[in-house]
């Protein structure tokens, strides 16, 4: 994994943290109404999936790349 890799899975993994801590804090807040639990649940988990989701794609492109150069270094050996 290339340094911008693990530079990018930090910030998703920091920002997964911060919807965590303020989760927890706006549960003070929520207690008593279940609309507003019900929301603040959702809220939290959709946001930490979208950030693994973002996450998954990037290394998707990652392995597509270097798989693309693979094909293209072996094309360039085969010519020579």
């Not at 989760?23 to 929520?30: D, F």
């Not at 930490?48 to 293209?72: D, N, P, T, V």
């Amino acid at each position: 994994m290339n340094r911008a890799s693990r530079f990018k899975g930090a910030g998703y993994l920091t920002s997964t943290v911060s919807v965590i801590l303020l989760a927890i804090v706006a549960l003070k807040g929520a207690k008593g109404d279940a609309v507003l639990m019900a929301c603040l649940i959702l809220g939290a988990l959709t946001s930490i999936a979208g950030m693994g989701l973002r996450w998954r794609s990037h290394r998707i492109e990652q392995h597509e790349k270097a798989r693309l150069k693979r094909q293209a270094d072996r094309n360039s050996e085969a010519v020579n």
